[in-house]
């Protein structure tokens, strides 16, 4: 069964970098990583940033200009570059796939904390 897996999560303080990595693990139909969304303490999950695979992209107004989301189609994985972090992007960090024959699926998560 293929599976998300991501990592490159951490404890960094405010104004630092992360980058995280999402691959596919196992054996089975496709699933194509499409996404990041994070969840905080006590909220909801939320959209970070998307891409497609024709390259085009999409963020969230608070991770614009500061987030970085890129694809290898080659490696059928997606990565986060996050620069400029601040105490907010504290969260659960997950990759999102969309699956061969449809559906969404999600990783285990990795977890950013950004403090001093």
């Known amino acids: 069964q293929v599976r998300l897996v991501e990592s490159g999560g951490g404890l960094v303080q405010p104004g630092g970098s992360l980058r995280l990595s999402c691959v596919t693990s196992g054996s089975g139909p496709t699933i194509q990583p499409v996404g990041w969304h994070r969840q905080g303490p006590g909220k909801e999950r939320e959209l970070v940033a998307s891409i497609r695979r024709s390259g085009v992209t999409t963020y969230a107004p608070s991770v614009k200009g500061r987030f970085t989301i890129s694809r290898d189609n080659a490696k059928n994985a997606v990565y986060l570059q996050m620069n400029s972090l601040k105490p907010e992007d504290t969260a659960g960090y997950y990759c999102?796939?969309?699956?061969?024959?449809?559906?969404?699926?999600w990783g285990q998560g990795t977890q950013v904390t950004v403090s001093t």
């Open positions: 999102k796939g969309s699956g061969l024959f449809g559906g969404d699926y």
